[in-house]
């Protein structure tokens, strides 16, 4: 049975850092993209980050480019999703997703591209 849990969320003033973890079980996860997506009150769920299979490829919402870093560590099952300087804009509740495959460019932010996921970790930018 497939299992994604996240990690990390919290309250965090603006400018501040976050770092999100996506612990999986019961799949291997080298065989998995990944993804981060959110969803913010009142907003449709949008792709944040994506990692994949092979680590060559990795791909940034316009939004969160050069303030947000996925990584992935493969032996360890995890996922990771660095946030700095983070806005107010950027609350919403955080979610990882595994897809058995490859995702490209103009497929990764599509949330029904993926197969499995987790049940979110909210994350609050405010002073």
């Known amino acids: 049975q497939l299992q994604l849990v996240e990690s990390g969320g919290g309250l965090v003033q603006p400018g501040g850092s976050l770092r999100l973890s996506c612990a999986v079980s019961g799949f291997n996860l080298g065989s998995y993209g990944m993804g981060w997506f959110r969803q913010a009150p009142g907003k449709e769920r949008e792709g944040v980050s994506y990692?994949?299979?092979?680590?060559?490829?990795?791909y940034y919402a316009e939004s969160v480019k050069g303030r947000f870093t996925i990584s992935r560590d493969n032996a360890k099952n995890t996922v990771s999703l660095q946030m700095n300087s983070l806005k107010p804009e950027d609350t919403a509740v955080y979610y990882c997703?595994?897809?058995?495959?490859?995702?490209?460019?103009?497929?990764?932010?599509?949330?029904?591209?993926?197969?499995?996921w987790g049940q979110g970790t909210q994350v609050t930018v405010s002073s």
């Open positions: 990692i994949s299979r092979s680590l060559l490829s990795t």
């Open positions: 997703a595994a897809v058995a495959g490859h995702l490209y460019s103009s497929t990764w932010s599509k949330s029904y591209n993926y197969n499995s």
